[in-house]
């Protein structure tokens, strides 16, 4: 009787590992939510020297603008604009390209469920391996 209750046991600290685990992988914090320009305030901002630096996504589609005036700073989502980068370094903007970002949702999901899932066949093997070597052997 007492085997069998501390068997409950563990199963429910599994069981509470596991969904500490998923809410981990699923409820991950959220970046902080950012100001917004559109992309014509961007290129008046820059027009009139209040722009600091800018860091351009790898894709090209996204950038995060430091203003000189405010702590902020602001995404603008670029458009095709080949004169952008001559317009920065002429109005004396730094330019900076973020690195390219690997940390998928799936690699996240998958890299914080991997011990946990580990953790699970380990206990399988440890309860159910013995149950049928005793049937085996009856």
Request: net charge positive; charged share 25%; glycine share 0%.
């Given at each position: 009787m007492n085997n069998k209750r501390w068997r409950n046991t563990g199963l429910y600290a599994l069981l509470f590992i596991v969904l500490i685990a998923l809410g981990t992988a699923f409820l991950d914090k959220q970046p902080e939510a950012r100001k917004t320009w559109r992309y014509s305030q961007f290129i008046q901002a820059v027009e009139n020297n209040r722009v600091e630096k800018v860091s351009i996504?790898?894709?090209?589609?996204?950038?995060l603008?430091?203003?000189k005036d405010e702590t902020s700073k602001r995404l603008v989502?670029?458009?095709n604009d080949p004169e952008l980068i001559a317009t920065l370094s002429a109005k004396g903007v730094g330019i900076d390209v973020l690195p390219q970002s690997d940390d998928g949702f799936w690699?996240?999901?998958l890299s914080s469920l991997f011990f946990p899932v580990l953790l699970l066949v380990g206990l399988f093997f440890y309860y159910v391996v013995p149950k049928v070597v005793l049937v085996a052997r009856r």
């Open positions: 996504s790898p894709d090209r589609k996204q950038a603008v430091t203003p989502t670029l458009v690699f996240k999901a």
